[in-house]
């Protein structure tokens, strides 16, 4: 059982950064892979980035990959993604997940979900 909590969305400008973080309550956090999601208005839930228990199998989509960062922090219990480079093209509500399974790109395999937030990428 696992609790999720986002924060660090909002506005940039193109070429900005953001740092998105996700809490998670749980007393077994290192028997979770985490992923951040990401959703628009009338498309699916889209996958980001995955990380699995230890930090060993690390994952991004094409658009992701050389400019987001996801980490794990084991001993705070905490999930970051690093956003550099960000275009309009990425705004979206940014959810963390958990699985007990590998991080894939499923979101049907997630137990768990954040409440999700907001990025807004726009001049």
């Known amino acids: 059982q696992v609790q999720l909590v986002e924060s660090g969305g909002g506005l940039v400008p193109p070429g900005g950064s953001l740092r998105l973080s996700c809490a998670a309550s749980?007393?077994?956090?290192?028997?979770?892979?985490l992923a951040w999601f990401r959703q628009v208005p009338g498309k699916e839930r889209e996958y980001v980035s995955g990380?699995?228990?230890?930090?060993?199998?690390?994952y991004y989509s094409p658009s992701a990959k050389g400019r987001f960062t996801i980490s794990r922090d084991n001993a705070k219990n905490m999930l970051y993604l690093q956003m550099n480079n960000l275009t309009p093209e990425d705004t979206a509500v940014y959810f963390c997940?958990?699985?007990?399974?590998?991080?894939?790109?499923?979101?049907?395999?997630?137990?768990?979900w954040g409440q999700g937030t907001q990025v807004t990428v726009s001049s």
């Open positions: 997940a958990a699985t007990v399974l590998a991080p894939v790109t499923n979101a049907r395999t997630y137990s768990y």
């Open positions: 990380i699995d228990r230890i930090s060993s199998g690390i």
């Open positions: 749980t007393s077994t956090f290192t028997q979770y892979s």
